[in-house]
């Protein structure tokens, strides 16, 4: 699509504006950038090298280029890869320890499990022989191109449909066999439409009834949609939110409840860099608690960082699965710019090399 925009411009010379959080998906074509940081501070615009100098938000190959000192800054992975070579380099050493950094093994009885799973909407086979397990503690990204079969994977981990053949279990037991109430106790599900979970007429009625409907104490469900979006007026009517506010709401009810096993379906649409990032945190955080988090995802940057498993689906199968750097990285189609850039040397993150240089720049590689 945006390379069709982009001839619109340049052979029909129209105007073209596209508003977008991910600009790592779009700030290559552009020639202009207008950051609206809000809250009534000064709209910035310019030309986007000019811009992501100094942004608060940029994508990964930006901030990769600032942390190298790379000018001019690029804007692509093919840019920043006609700088990498020093980085790439300086990197080396500490290379082999960043790949064996592997999910966190488990011998305990998986949260869920997937054996031989087949699923379809009539005529037409969604999964064939799905085998899967997920294991407290741990985040797995489902990845896929559309149609793949990730949301049919989710909708049956979480009971919405019976497995034409193959088994589902969730701490278990057959989801699709377990009432409402009980499927609730164990698993949370945030789908791509999140607005289907909210009913109420105000952000304080919706969070207040997550709260009983979980046992949670008052202002529990609010204190995650805080952490992930601060300063919603709590009178506000959900339909009245942007989209990645009400995805926010919707995450903060799920979240909240913190669940045995939680499920997101597309969790990072329309959130800004910010709230994405936070998000990263409290899924971290319920992996540290012993939650087990499975996200279908098409976004490979928060995949980098967050996941500890990879398993990519294509038409209905999975092609790949084993620790999420593994599996990223030697994919040209779901690695992360960072990835990209410094390949082939298994790097995910800007944050990554950024802990990596201050390493090298103060006691050597590790030991």
Not at 33 to 59: D, K, N, T, Y
Not at 185 to 209: F, K, N, W
Not at 331 to 336: E, K, N, Q, R, T
Request: hydrophobic share 50%; glycine share 8%.
């Amino acid at each position: 699509m945006l390379a069709a925009l982009t001839r619109l411009v340049h052979d029909l010379g129209i105007t073209v504006v596209v508003a977008e959080h991910r600009l790592e998906r779009v700030v290559q074509y552009a020639d202009r950038v207008v950051i609206v940081p809000g809250a009534g501070e000064r709209v910035i615009v310019g030309l986007p090298a000019e811009v992501l100098a100094a942004s608060p938000v940029a994508p990964p190959v930006v901030e990769l280029g600032r942390l190298a000192g790379w000018s001019p800054l690029p804007l692509s992975v093919r840019d920043a890869r006609r700088s990498a070579a020093a980085l790439r380099e300086r990197l080396a050493p500490l290379a082999p320890h960043v790949s064996e950094q592997l999910v966190r093994a488990s011998s305990a009885e998986p949260v869920a499990r997937a054996t031989d799973l087949h699923a379809g909407y009539g005529p037409v086979t969604a999964l064939r022989g799905i085998d899967m397990a997920v294991h407290a503690g741990e985040v797995v990204a489902i990845m896929g191109r559309n149609g793949a079969g990730k949301s049919t994977l989710l909708a049956h981990l979480v009971g919405l449909r019976e497995p034409l053949r193959g088994e589902v279990l969730v701490q278990g037991r057959q989801p699709h066999r377990l009432s409402a109430r009980d499927v609730v106790r164990s698993t949370g599900l945030v789908p791509q439409d999140s607005g289907v979970l909210l009913y109420h007429d105000t952000v304080a009625a919706e969070c207040a009834a997550a709260d009983r409907d979980a046992d949670l104490a008052p202002g529990a469900t609010r204190a995650v949609l805080d952490r992930l979006v601060p300063g919603i007026d709590q009178r506000a009517h959900p339909r009245d939110l942007s989209e990645g506010q009400r995805l926010s709401l919707a995450l903060a009810i799920v979240l909240g409840a913190e669940p045995p096993l939680v499920l997101l379906d597309e969790p990072t649409r329309g959130l800004d860099y910010a709230a994405k990032q936070r998000l990263i945190a409290i899924l971290r955080d319920l992996a540290a608690d012993g939650h087990a988090v499975v996200l279908a995802t098409h976004d490979v940057e928060v995949v980098a960082a967050v996941a500890d498993r990879a398993i990519v689906l294509a038409d209905g199968e999975v092609v790949a699965d084993g620790p999420a750097r593994s599996v990223v990285v030697h994919s040209p189609v779901f690695a992360p710019q960072v990835a990209k850039v410094l390949a082939p040397e298994p790097w995910l993150t800007v944050a990554e090399v950024s802990r990596a240089l201050d390493l090298l720049a103060g006691s050597g590689t590790p030991a």
